[in-house]
């Protein structure tokens, strides 16, 4: 069974629109972290926001915030105000216990003027 | 700060040859991984190590070897290529902790032919 689920394979938005990319997440640990990666079209792996699974409050890093509803295991991404450099592939992730990263198979955004 | 570092960024190989693709990590991380990104696969692990010594199997780690025999290097071995492993492939480092995201590599590009 995949652990991580993102069923939306490519997302289109205009500029200063918000979007939500979804996942869901499938684990059997109360103790977890769930994180998002960009990855533009020159193929490296950034970094955006990060949330645990004991953390209250919903993550957020400027135009970046986590939507996560642990009891329906679902951390969305949801950008604020879509820039044209926002276009790239997006992936969420979980880590269990002393284990690597768990990868989706990501989600294509693509934003328009 | 050189952070993680994969050598090469490109390879040709032919199939039944073997390689060595490298990965070093200069930030003193215990946790060091490996990925392979195919198309609307998203990045499946290889195999990861959680420390000097210690190596573990991910999701497909046929046809692929590991070790760790310092903190710093992680060098993931291709026994005889196939064409199946045509892929571009990410190392990838953490500090560990579980809140802590990791730093990926730039990515090596192989295809076997």
């Known amino acids: 069974a995949q652990k991580i689920t993102q069923t939306q394979p490519g997302m289109f938005v205009q500029e200063k629109e918000a979007v939500t990319l979804d996942c869901t997440y499938d684990?059997?640990?109360?103790?977890?972290?769930l994180f998002w990666y960009k990855q533009p079209s020159s193929g490296e792996m950034i970094f955006l926001i990060y949330?645990?699974?004991?953390?209250?409050q919903n993550a957020t890093e400027g135009r970046y915030s986590l939507n996560f509803q642990k009891a329906r295991k679902s951390a969305n991404l949801v950008i604020s105000a879509s820039q044209l450099g926002d276009s790239a592939m997006y992936f969420c992730?979980?880590?269990?216990?002393?284990?690597?990263?768990?990868f989706g198979k990501g989600t294509t955004l693509s934003v328009s003027s | 700060n050189a952070g993680v570092t994969q050598t090469p960024k490109f390879q040709v190989l032919k199939t039944g040859q073997s390689m060595t693709l490298q990965c070093a990590q200069d930030m003193n991380h215990e946790y060091m991984s490996w990925y392979r990104q195919d198309p609307g696969m998203g990045l499946r692990l290889i195999h990861y190590?959680?420390?000097?010594?210690?190596?573990d199997q991910g999701e497909v780690p046929n046809g692929y070897n590991v070790s760790r025999s310092t903190t710093e290097d992680f060098p993931l071995r291709l026994l005889s290529a196939a064409p199946s492993q045509t892929s571009v492939y990410f190392c990838?480092?953490?500090?560990?902790?579980?809140?802590?995201?990791?730093?990926f590599g730039q990515g090596t590009r192989l295809t076997v032919v």
């Open positions: 190590s959680v420390g000097a010594g210690i190596t």
């Open positions: 992730a979980m880590r269990e216990g002393g284990t690597a990263l768990i």
């Open positions: 684990t059997s640990d109360q103790s977890y972290g």
């Open positions: 990838a480092s953490s500090p560990g902790a579980r809140r802590t995201e990791a730093f």
């Open positions: 949330q645990g699974s004991y953390d209250e």
